[in-house]
């Protein structure tokens, strides 16, 4: 069964560092997504990616966050400056269609981040 | 802003028993409703709701919106152990990307 793949499955960071997590969405997906989860709260919403470029994003996602896909499998979510707020879990997830509801998001196992 | 709600956020049972979970939710132009399960790590889908009454289901479970009083409920009947999990509620909006969740209700199972 096809799947959303992520690494690093768990990374920690001194605060004040650059952080890249890479995700392999579903091959014939077209929309991609970085959610997060801090311990014990709601899962929300980062970022949308559609041809190439963002097309939502929330307020979490300032000018310290930043979506690629550079070489047209993988998707990475670049933090510049780690806050120790930042420590997360965080999704990657796809979907074929052209919005979430339209069709069931896959999302990968996560990439747990630790700011110290 | 759009908002979702559980109820109840924790939940303990006996293997066999069974429950209801909740979720209402407050979405602007208001397209579908998602369940998901998530045991350890990953949510993994279980419903998509777009019309009102239409029960779905898989096995012991199933799901029903009503859009009329804005929410959803999750049964789950004849529990079992492997049934424990942090169940999640989303909505979404027509022509957005984005799911906004709520706050999951976390089931236990007791063998």
């Known amino acids: 069964e096809p799947e959303v793949t992520q690494t690093p499955s768990h990374q920690v960071t001194q605060m004040g560092q650059e952080v890249i997590l890479r995700c392999v969405p579903i091959?014939?997906?077209?929309?991609f997504y970085w959610y997060r989860q801090i311990l014990g709260q709601k899962v929300e919403f980062l970022v949308s990616?559609?041809?190439?470029?963002?097309?939502?994003k929330s307020e979490i996602f300032d000018d310290q966050f930043s979506v690629e896909r550079p070489d047209g499998s993988n998707f990475t979510l670049k933090i510049r400056s780690t806050k120790l707020e930042d420590s997360a879990m965080y999704f990657c997830?796809?979907?074929?269609?052209?919005?979430?509801?339209?069709?069931?998001?896959?999302f990968g196992e996560g990439s747990r981040l630790t700011v110290l | 802003e759009d908002k979702v709600v559980q109820s109840p956020l924790s939940l303990v049972v006996h293997e066999g028993d069974t429950v209801t979970l909740n979720c209402s939710y407050e979405?602007?132009?208001?397209?579908?409703l998602l369940w998901y399960k998530q045991e350890k790590k990953a949510p993994t889908f279980l419903f998509m709701l777009?019309?009102?009454?239409i029960e779905k289901k898989s096995g012991r479970l199933s799901s029903i919106l009503d859009k009329k009083e804005l929410f959803s409920i999750l049964n789950i009947t004849a529990t079992q152990t492997g049934d424990s999990a942090v169940y999640l509620c989303?909505?979404?909006?027509?022509?957005?990307?984005?799911?906004?969740f709520g706050q999951g209700t976390r089931l236990t199972i007791n063998p």
């Open positions: 979405v602007t132009n208001f397209r579908s």
């Open positions: 989303a909505g979404v909006s027509q022509g957005a990307q984005k799911l906004v």
């Open positions: 777009t019309s009102s009454g």
């Open positions: 997830a796809s979907v074929r269609t052209s919005v979430p509801g339209g069709g069931e998001l896959f």
């Open positions: 990616f559609y041809n190439n470029e963002i097309s939502e």
């Open positions: 091959s014939n997906h077209l929309y």
